[in-house]
């Protein structure tokens, strides 16, 4: 049983029953060696044997329930054969029906465990009677101890579900928090990057903005001045950079999620930019196919790198997005008809390559999210870039 703050009343509970069976015992082997009998011999060697085979379940097999359980069945099943027989050959043993009370209730459950207890009891009442006479004192103290047994053990089972219960809410709230965390997590990525955007747009695209229109007017000014082919280049220079600002700050804004989901996003940006691009890009997408928050934006993130690149290299005229799940698997795939390239040599040129540092990145962000990235790619064959992840990472 996992460590809980009922785990030392447990303990207890199981220490005091094998306390009690030793007493019990130790007072059967007792009475046998200073009251003998002529089955005084007999009733020692059974009594060691039920210490023996009580020792080997408790510490060894430690059956559990519910029976059936071929273990605990014939544990129990050796307990109550050895007690009957020392039962038959002195009064003593009669003591030991009270942690065979427990085992009972423990082992066989409420209902049956209950009815075991009182078929014990009766035996148990009817060899006292038989050996010793009949008394109040031997027909209510066996009952009585059954009844307080009963209500022992019926509470240590209550306690027990309610520790069961206990640990399985901490485990859920635990869990909870984790996703709570994760979410929250992700909200500030994406804050932050919406206010890295806007700062660019504020800082560096307006003044890219800015240079480009002072030295457009310069050039208009006198366009046939020495010279004036460098302000022509300044000129050009910094309507690239600004057109890679602009690109850069739409890559950092946070998509519109929320309402659209995956699907959605992927379709919006299919007819607003990259159709426009002269990309026919087909997504299918479910939109029943439930993500967490994170994992949507960094699928349309890779995405969206894998759709950069088949527009500046593969020279494409159709693209696929699909996303499914088979087998636990989550697939995230991007398919295009483009020319294709040789893995090997975007390996080589690693380190000199924007386009490797992409497929890079990209790799680095499916590594993050516990998946794999598999990159089929051959010269004159297009490119299929497909992203696995276990299913429990999209649940």
């Keep these: ?7 030392p009343v447990f303990l207890g509970l199981r220490t005091g029953l094998h306390a009690l069976f030793v007493v019990l015992a130790a007072v059967v082997l007792a009475r046998a060696v200073l009251v003998p009998t002529d089955a005084s011999g007999v009733v020692v060697v059974l009594t060691v044997l039920l210490a023996v085979v009580y020792c080997l379940g408790a510490v060894v097999l430690r059956p559990a329930r519910p029976i059936p359980n071929a273990r605990a069945s014939a544990w129990l099943g050796a ?8 039962l038959a050959l002195g009064p003593d043993a009669a003591y030991l029906v009270f942690p065979l009370f427990f085992l009972y209730l423990h082992l066989l459950g409420r209902w049956w465990g209950s009815a075991a207890i009182v078929v014990s009891t009766s035996v148990a009442v009817g060899a006292l009677g ?21 209500l022992i053990g019926l509470g240590y089972q209550a306690l027990a579900r309610e520790a069961g219960q206990r640990e399985a809410l901490v485990r859920e709230l635990l869990e909870t928090q984790g996703r709570l965390a994760a979410t929250e997590h992700e909200a500030g990525v994406l804050a932050e990057r919406a206010r890295l955007a806007r700062e660019i747009h504020d800082t560096v695209a307006q003044g890219l903005s800015s240079i480009q229109m002072l030295l457009h ?5 006198d366009p046939d001045r020495p010279g004036m082919e460098h302000v ?3 000129r050009e220079t910094a309507a690239a950079g600004l057109a890679d600002t602009r690109r850069f700050i739409r890559e950092l804004t946070p998509p519109d999620l929320d309402d659209d989901g995956l699907g959605g996003a992927l379709r919006r940006l299919a007819t607003t930019q990259w159709a426009t ?5 087909r997504v299918r997408v479910s939109d029943t196919v439930v993500l967490p928050m994170h994992l949507q934006t960094a699928l349309l993130r890779i995405a969206q790198g894998a759709i950069a ?29 483009g020319t294709g390239f040789d893995p090997g040599e975007l390996t080589r040129d690693t380190a000199r390559t924007s386009d490797s540092f992409g497929l890079q990145s990209t790799r680095e962000r499916v590594q993050q999210l516990g998946g794999t990235l598999l990159l089929d790619a051959a010269t004159g064959h297009g490119t299929s870039l497909t992203v696995e992840l276990p299913r ?3 649940a």
Excluded at 217 to 221: S, T
């Design 217 to 221: 007017a310069a050039e208009r000014l």
């Design 392 to 394: 429990e990472d999209a």
């Design 277 to 281: 691009q002269g990309l026919d890009v």
């Design 130 to 150: 038989i050996h010793s006479g009949w008394t109040v004192g031997g027909v209510v103290g066996p009952f009585v101890g059954a009844g307080v047994a009963l």
């Design 309 to 337: 690149n088949v527009l500046q290299h593969a020279n494409a005229t159709t693209a696929t997005i699909t996303l499914a799940v088979d087998d636990g698997v989550l697939r995230f795939a991007v398919v295009d008809d």
């Design 1 to 7: 049983m996992a460590h809980t703050a009922l785990t």
């Design 232 to 234: 022509r280049l300044a």
């Design 79 to 86: 307990l109550s054969v050895l007690w009957l027989i020392l």
